[in-house]
């Protein structure tokens, strides 16, 4: 069977631009959240979001292109670009049919909708730009990205809610796996902190009211968690065929080796009891990969910060690994971003791989408080220096979608 690797990675999120930039911060426990600036939320019962730091597309997407894109489809670019610069991939005529592009999205446009649809109210259907369509829907991050590398391979991309990112570069790589690609460019991207998406999660009691201290606000697994805070960025990474990544020289991160797809069939947004649900997709993706649970020494967690996602992952876990749960490491980044729905897959692949390449795990930060239904070891605060042989990052969306992927480390 054609192995997977990954030779290339890309990231933007509220801890920045920039893979070095942007692991550097999760490192150090840094959080990304603060008041939202991108409208006046003064009158919402939630203020706060994870914002990306004075992003400049300047560098990624020419002025002319960036009225034909909305945030959610820059940041993509900008995420893929830096990826496929990381990876050292040159596309030419003779590879151009090869190389793919899979990046999909929660929501997608949802800025630009809310903004055309005020100016067609105000000011009449004929004021709306002819841009609007491909601004917003969501397979046009996937397909600006493959005009502007000239990769003519399979496009495609997911919307699976906040597993998007994870099946996208989970299709991505079995696309590889059966050779209708050498290379895909994969990840997720989003960018709804807007009036109605904050408003609309509002609705859900499922947002964080924790205004005046949003930098503790994103506490998963923490007994005084009170819901998640909406984040925006993407993640993508370059997979590539082992045999091509080695023949021209690249560096490997890292080998995709499994993955997992599942559904609750139980409930539209309430995970299924006990986790079940997310029990059999770990399990799908350490079949796939050909993994004991005693092979996984991290798990990137789903850690939303809400009450039943935590507890019912944690059983999930234990159901799965057993007695192995409480020596292996599971943290949260999103305690750190906040919660970036359909881009969440995306930038926890590419923690994830670097937890492996670079032996080290990124926190859980703002835990402070034990809650005694999550109890397993949550890498608490503080970054922890560990050599890692495999591990995995779990995706959970509403609609009852789960994603699992499963990296081993690449010893060369």
């Known amino acids: 069977m054609r192995r997977v690797v990954v030779t290339?990675?890309?990231?933007?999120?509220?801890l920045g631009t920039g893979t070095d930039a942007v692991w550097e911060a999760a490192r150090e426990g840094r959080s990304g959240i603060g008041p939202i600036t991108r409208f006046d939320a003064s009158g919402f019962p939630v203020r706060i979001a994870g914002e990306v730091p004075r992003f400049d597309p300047s560098p990624f997407i020419p002025r002319k292109d960036l009225k034909k894109m909305d945030l959610f489809i820059q940041y993509a670019m900008a995420a893929s670009l830096m990826a496929f610069e990381d990876s050292g991939l040159v596309i030419d005529e003779d590879n151009a049919e090869r190389v793919g592009v899979y990046i999909g999205a929660g929501m997608g446009g949802l800025p630009a909708i809310e903004h055309w649809h005020n100016v067609m109210l105000e000011k009449g259907p004929e004021r709306l730009t002819p841009f609007f369509i491909p601004m917003v829907i969501i397979n046009l991050a996937s397909g600006q990205v493959s005009i502007r590398l000239g990769a003519k391979g399979p496009n495609s991309c997911a919307v699976t809610a906040c597993a998007t990112g994870t099946h996208s570069i989970g299709d991505a790589a079995k696309l590889i796996e059966r050779g209708a690609a050498d290379v895909m460019i994969a990840g997720g991207a989003e960018s709804t902190i807007t009036p109605l998406c904050i408003a609309g999660f509002n609705a859900m009691k499922a947002l964080s009211r924790r205004n005046d201290e949003p930098r503790r606000a994103s506490r998963p697994f923490d007994a005084e968690r009170d819901g998640f805070v909406v984040?925006?960025?993407?993640?993508?990474?370059?997979?590539e065929e082992y045999g091509h990544a080695r023949k021209r020289g690249a560096r490997i991160y890292a080998e995709l080796v499994g993955y997992g797809l599942n559904s609750d069939a139980f409930h539209m947004t309430t995970p299924s009891e006990g986790g079940e649900g997310a029990a059999r997709c770990m399990e799908m993706a350490l079949e796939d990969g050909r993994l004991n649970p005693e092979d996984i020494d991290y798990i990137n967690a789903h850690g939303t910060s809400t009450y039943y996602n935590d507890m019912y992952e944690t059983m999930a876990v234990k159901r799965v690994f057993g007695d192995h749960a409480r020596r292996l490491m599971m943290?949260?980044?999103?305690s750190m971003t906040g919660h970036l729905l359909?881009?969440?897959?995306?930038?926890?692949?590419?923690?994830?791989v670097k937890a492996l390449?670079?032996?080290?795990?990124?926190?859980t930060v703002n835990y402070e408080n034990p809650d005694?239904?999550?109890?397993?070891?949550?890498?608490?605060?503080?970054?922890?220096?560990?050599?890692?042989r495999a591990a995995i990052s779990n995706s959970f969306g509403f609609g009852g979608t789960n994603a699992v992927l499963a990296f081993r480390a690449f010893r060369g």
């Open 8 to 14: 290339g990675l890309g990231i933007i999120c509220p």
């Open 331 to 334: 943290s949260s980044t999103k």
């Open 342 to 352: 359909g881009a969440a897959g995306g930038i926890e692949a590419v923690f994830t």
């Open 372 to 388: 005694p239904d999550c109890d397993l070891d949550y890498v608490p605060n503080s970054a922890r220096g560990a050599r890692l």
């Open 357 to 363: 390449h670079d032996g080290v795990v990124p926190p």
């Open 231 to 239: 984040g925006e960025g993407a993640g993508v990474m370059v997979l």
